[in-house]
């Protein structure tokens, strides 16, 4: 259009089969003024000198992107947990007997490709560290007709170790929290959910006692900030969830982190979160989890 008839719109309807990539405005890209990007794009100008609007678009673009994971030992994991994002909303997809999922055609645009970290969702995750793997990422090539299958993103991590914790040592228990929180004599947790005895009794004032009945989902890593002396085994760190009862009463859960930092005990921790059926909560974190007396001890 030609003329100075003063400030107008300038829009373009988004019409199936294409996608936006970038306005200009006299040469340089703009963003649009409204927000419903997916059907119309609009710039304004002010249209006081002879000035140019240049949609670009790109027509029948298809992606097919890939997430893979993989054990320390190159072996495919299924059912882990893949996002995908297009940066507005993130698709979480699991991955099959090959270790890879995969999703698409998707219209183009700029993808990334992660890990999802959330253990609360995926017991999964108990078994890898670390997680946050680097993700991965994809722009589609700017012109149209292409159908593009970028290289898959592969996440490789650690596998838990298999051992087993112990607490108590030469005394007859850990103290946490200077003496609020005691975990008592026989304390054994295993790497692996269904490697048996796990025994965890947790005792905490008044007359408070937790008993675990049986393991969740755990995972026993190497924590590179801790070096114990002596090193005991191939792994410092174990952290689960598990469930249990409260003075008795079913429906208790809990979280823990425990590490060890080699002996004496006493740069040893353990972090827990024991969450009763009727509600109440005990937290030991922070400062609070050092072991005041006892040793925790990895073992393989
Ligand atoms: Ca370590
Ligand atoms: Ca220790």
Redesign the pocket.
């Known amino acids: 259009m030609k003329g100075y008839f003063g400030p107008a719109s300038v829009c373009e309807d988004v019409l199936p089969g294409w996608t936006f990539e970038q306005v200009y405005v006299d040469g340089d890209g703009v963003t649009p003024v409204n927000t419903d990007t997916d059907v119309r794009i609009c710039v304004n100008v002010d249209n006081l000198k002879d000035q140019s609007v240049k949609f670009l678009n790109f027509k029948d673009v298809k992606v097919t992107l890939t997430g893979c994971k993989y054990d320390d030992a190159g072996n495919p994991v299924a059912g882990y947990p893949i996002d995908f994002s297009d940066g507005t909303t993130t698709r979480t997809e699991l991955t099959g007997a090959n270790g890879c999922v995969t999703i698409g055609p998707l219209p183009s645009g700029d993808y990334t490709i992660s890990e999802n970290t959330d253990r609360s969702k995926y017991l999964i995750l108990y078994d890898f560290r670390p997680l946050h793997d680097t993700p991965c990422t994809f722009h589609t090539p700017a012109e149209s007709g292409g159908d593009y299958y970028p290289d898959a993103c592969n996440f490789t991590n650690t596998r838990s170790r298999p051992g087993r914790f112990t607490g108590g040592g030469s005394t007859s228990s850990l103290d946490l929290d200077n003496g609020r929180v005691r975990v008592t004599q026989g304390m054994e947790l295993h790497c692996s959910a269904s490697a048996l005895p796990n025994n965890l009794e947790v005792n905490w004032g008044p007359g408070n006692r937790f008993h675990l009945g049986a393991l969740t989902a755990v995972g026993c890593f190497d924590d590179p900030a801790i070096i114990?002396t002596p090193p005991d085994a191939n792994f410092d760190t174990i952290d689960g969830i598990g469930v249990g009862s409260c003075n008795g009463v079913n429906g208790a859960t809990i979280e823990f982190t425990l590490k060890?930092?080699?002996?004496p005990?006493t740069n040893?921790t353990a972090s827990l979160k024991i969450t009763c059926a009727d509600g109440s909560v005990l937290t030991v974190s922070g400062t609070g989890s050092k072991v005041n007396k006892g040793?925790?001890?990895a073992h393989y």
């Open positions: 114990p060890d930092a080699g002996e005990g040893d040793n925790l001890q």
